[in-house]
Every structure is written in C-alpha cells, then in structure tokens.
C-alpha cells in the first residue's frame, strides 16, 4: 500500500490542473458570464446561468484542452424546441461559436488557445422526474456531488479514477466510447470512499451489480421490475441518486467494462504511473510482428460527413463492426484496432491469416434450378441436411479483397456515411 499510495500521489500531481491554469480558467469563464448576463438582460430571457460538469465539482484534470460546461436553465414557460434558438440570440456578438447537434443543440465557444466553454440550454424543473432531456438533470448532478463530496481526499480519488479511466480509453459515455461518465466515476469513488476500494471491488464483479447510493429501491428486484428494460444492459447497474428511474451507467458496454476490469487487475498486481498515461498503438511494432508471422497487416483510414464528436464517432466506429465481419468471412482476424481523431476522421488497422478455405452456402437440394444455377458457378459440390455447399479457394490477400469491396458497395458506404476509405499502409 505504501507503493501504491506514493505511485497514486505522484499521479495526482501529475492530472491536477496548476494554479496558474486554474486562474486562467476562471477569468475566462468570469468575463464569459458577463456578456451572457449582459445579452440575458438585453434580450429579456428567463434564464439562469450555472456552472456545471467537473469545473464546478472541482474534479477537473488537465487535458491538452479544457470543456467547462455552462448551463442555460430557461423557464418552464419556454418549449423545449425553442431553447436552442433562445441561446443562439443569448451568443449574439460573442466570437468562434460553434452549433452542435446533439439529443438537444448546444454551443461550444473557443475562449482561449485551451480553454472551450459548451453552453448546453436545459429546462429549469422542480424535480428530476419532469426533465425533458438528460441535460435537464445536470443541475441536480452537480449540486448533489457538491452536498455530499466534501472530503479532499475523495475528490482528489475522484481525480486520479478519471485519470485512470481516461488512460485505459473507458472515459466517457459517448457511443463510441461506451464508458464511465465523468458523473457516474464522482458517484462510484464516493460510494466506496476511495479510488483503490472502488478499482478493487471493480476488478471482481460480476453482472449484474446494482449500486443504489441512497436506497431509493427496496431491493434488486424491485430495480429490475422499475427500471426500462433498454436501461438494464449494462454490466452494473447504478442508480442515479437524484433520479431513480436512471442508470447512471446505462452507456457502459460489456467490452469496455472487461477492458477496465483487466486495467484494475493489472494495475492492483503491478502498480506503476505507466498505468495512468494514455499509451499509443504501436503500429510499426505490429506490423514487424506480424510479418515474422507471415501474417498480412493492413492500415485503413475512413471520413464520415457526419458531424465531429459523438454522431461522427458512432458511424465511424459502426462501419469499423461492419467491416470487420465482412472481413471475418475470409481471414481469420489475430489483431485489429479502431482509433477515433474526434474530428471526421478514423483509423483502423487489421492483422489477419487467410482463411484458405471457406464454405458458401448454397440452396435446398429440392430447389431444383436454383441448385443447376449454384452449381454453374461453383467447384467442390457437396450436401448436407438437404443443403447445397460448395469448398471455395480463398485467391485474395486482404488489400484485394478490400479493394474489391471498396467497388463492390460503393451504395453501402453511402449508406453508412462513409465518405472515404483508403488503405493507408
């Protein structure tokens, strides 16, 4: 333990945003909200400004780029199809805004040359359960954190668990991502009072465990007979504290959840600060190994037309599955990879053995002509349960056979907002 706690010292040094950047951050927001204020007063819209996401839980970590949220909390009075252009009149006169399209538009603002503010317009509502949309409940997300975490220890926890989960590529509830979200991480350090307790519980549950903070269920089964089935599929089920009929973590996927539970297990067997710094694929490495092993290596970059962040991050990463079966039906995959940019723009790279071999399924032995037709266009002829097969040579390596694809399904990569694909190596 004694390792370990100046292993995890050392690491909060290291994620924890310096003075100086923090004093930075707060001039900018400051002289933010008071245009905002002064286009509020000007308009005469019945909104309130607040401060939200890890900036005002103090749980913020350093990034190549800061998000400091801020919530327009509009009136009861106002439709919610109508927020957005609301907050677009509210940003009339302020410089680098930017419209992004989400469950509900928000605005992303470029203050400095790190420093980026998300205005996200929400409904100012009396109780969770009348929130239209899921940022509706970030007002009670933060105040809820800001009541109950008090502790030091534990917010500097809460820091070191994003930084952790942020090196092992779990952070974030976006689709492509299917994490923790920065929310959930608050609430999961602070149920077990540490961020050792929490990795230590993690690496061996099995699903599914409900954690329900406040005891607003009765018992497991009361959760599972409440809660939207759709909100039941992650590997832990946590209750959100301030509404109960949410799963906190409903975006975390089985895959993600088992890449964290093996970063734990690695981390609690050796712990070292390696295992909180972000480490790249080294494709070079994979490609050397791969040939030593007569293995065919390919790198693949593919754009979308979709909208940067989460939409174009979700196509992307469908097309990559996509791919990947299709793949699958000729070569035997060893290794494959899927890096999102965050712009419109991803990079796959796949390490496979050609299959040789394979099957191609073919008619009824009673569908008489099309069992003729099967026939003309394919050698190695056999049945099985009144079932045409054929043994097919596989001729390609993979770069033919994606480029053969590529011409193939021009109108599928059309229909999956692929843009481009081009083999890069």
């Known amino acids: 333990m004694k ?3 100046s292993i995890l010292k050392q690491v909060l ?10 004093q930075t951050i707060n001039q900018y927001v400051s002289n933010f909200i008071k245009k905002l204020e002064k286009n509020i007063k000007k308009n005469k819209t019945k909104v309130e400004i607040f401060i939200g996401g890890s900036f005002a839980k103090n749980t913020l970590i350093k990034k190549d780029n800061y998000d400091v949220d801020i919530f327009l909390r509009f009136d009861k009075e106002y439709k919610n199809t109508t927020l957005a252009g609301l907050t677009s009149d509210i940003l009339k006169g302020i410089d680098d805004v930017s419209l992004i399209h989400g469950s509900r538009d928000y605005f992303r603002v470029k203050l400095g040359e790190k420093i980026y503010i998300e205005i996200v317009p929400v409904k100012k509502v009396k109780s969770s359960k009348d929130a239209e949309n899921i940022t509706d409940l970030s007002y009670s997300h933060v ?32 689709s492509y991502i299917n994490g923790f979200s920065g929310y959930a991480l608050e609430l999961l350090v602070y149920n077990y009072g540490s961020f050792i307790k929490f990795i230590k519980t993690m690496e061996k549950v099995k699903p599914k465990l409900i954690i329900d903070i406040e005891k607003l269920y009765k018992n497991k089964k009361v959760v599972m007979l409440d809660l939207n089935t759709a909100k039941l599929n992650s590997p832990v089920i946590l209750i959100d504290p301030t509404y109960k009929q949410r799963n906190a973590l409903a975006a975390l996927s089985d895959e993600t959840f088992k890449k964290f539970q093996k ?37 693949l970059e593919a754009n979308t037309e979709k909208q940067e962040g989460d939409i174009a991050g ?20 060893k290794n494959k990879g899927f890096n999102y940019n965050k712009e419109k723009t991803a990079r796959y790279f796949f390490v496979v053995k050609s299959k040789e071999e394979v099957l191609v399924e073919g008619p009824n032995t009673n569908d008489k002509d099309n ?33 053969l694809w590529k011409r193939k399904h021009i109108k599928r990569l059309k229909e999956m907002y692929i843009t481009q694909l081009k083999i890069i190596n």
């Open 263 to 299: 970063a734990c297990e690695d981390f609690l067997k050796n712990p070292s600060i390696e295992s909180f710094e972000i480490k790249k694929t080294d494709l070079e490495k994979i490609k050397k190994d791969s040939e030593k092993k007569n293995y065919e290596f390919i790198l």
């Open 371 to 403: 069992v003729l037709k099967f026939r003309s266009k394919h050698d190695n002829i056999f049945t099985r349960k009144n079932k045409v097969f054929a043994r097919e040579k596989v001729k390609q390596n993979l770069k033919e056979f994606l480029e």
């Open 143 to 174: 105040k809820y954190i800001n009541k109950k975490v008090k502790s030091k220890n534990i917010l500097d926890d809460i820091k070191i668990a994003k930084a952790f989960c942020y090196a092992t590529q779990c952070y974030g509830a976006e």
């Open 3 to 5: 390792n370990i706690n």
């Open 314 to 333: 979700s196509k992307l990463l469908k097309f990559y599955n996509h791919l990947t079966k299709e793949i699958n039906e000729l070569f035997i995959i």
């Open 13 to 22: 040094q290291n994620v924890s945003p310096s003075k100086e950047e923090m």
